[in-house]
């Protein structure tokens, strides 16, 4: 089955500097990758992805790249604000339609 | 996106009882699973939903402890059986379609005492 492993598990960074988190997937099948961000307390929500068809996606502030040929793929939020922090999750997804998560990352921007 | 509304949102359970959890979606989706997350750990996925069918487990789960069922395509339970206080857990149920991401539910705390 696929694996997805996902690094650093924490990272601190200043307000308004850069973050990049980086997860690498196992089967060459799984198509489509969505970055998750889950608060304490409450429910992993969506906030992008990314196809297997695209190379890089932007959304204002963050933005995901993809290389199928090393399986990895990047997500990267500029300009970090205090409420950017939270647990980010990967994930990899096949045809069967099932997500295969990442262990997460502790995002914590400093004011 | 769909709109899931899980329950009950916590509940503290003896062990050795069984707590059913409910979701349900208000849209017909094809794809619905069922994830556990413990504390400060990710998520991790039961088993597919599956409608009309009997469930689809992943590695190291099994119906007779995790009974499922999906009477149709906005509707599923998921039943922790004969519980012990390893399955003190959150509980999420989650839908997707095949062109987008997963949504969740807002997830059941389980604590088994």
């Known amino acids: 089955g696929e694996n997805v492993e996902q690094h650093p598990s924490t990272l601190s960074v200043q307000e308004g500097d850069s973050a990049v988190i980086k997860c690498t997937y196992s089967?060459?099948?799984?198509?489509?990758f969505p970055w998750y961000k889950q608060e304490l307390g409450k429910r992993p929500q969506l906030i992008i992805d990314?196809?297997?068809?695209?190379g890089e996606k932007k959304d204002q502030r963050i933005a995901v790249t993809l290389n199928k040929t090393a399986k990895h793929f990047s997500l990267h939020i500029t300009e970090t604000q205090p409420e950017d922090s939270a647990v980010y999750f990967c994930?990899?997804?096949?045809?069967?339609?099932?997500?295969?998560f990442g262990d997460g990352t502790t995002l914590t921007v400093k004011p | 996106s769909a709109v899931i509304s899980q329950k009950p949102s916590r509940d503290i359970c003896q062990r050795g009882t069984s707590l059913t959890i409910q979701c349900q979606v208000d849209?017909?989706?094809?794809?619905m699973f069922w994830y556990r997350q413990q504390p400060g750990q990710s998520l991790t996925l039961i088993a597919t939903a599956n409608q009309g069918s009997e469930a689809t487990y992943e590695s190291g789960f099994v119906i007779d402890k995790f009974p499922i069922s999906r009477p149709n395509l906005t509707f599923s339970t998921l039943t922790v059986s004969n519980m012990s206080p390893e399955d003190s857990s959150i509980y999420l149920c989650?839908?997707?379609?095949?062109?987008?991401?997963?949504?969740f539910g807002q997830g059941t705390r389980l604590t088994v005492v």
């Open positions: 994930a990899a997804r096949g045809n069967a339609g099932k997500s295969t």
């Open positions: 989650s839908v997707s379609d095949r062109s987008g991401g997963a949504f």
């Open positions: 089967d060459s099948a799984s198509n489509y």
């Open positions: 990314i196809r297997s068809n695209v």
């Open positions: 849209s017909q989706v094809t794809m």
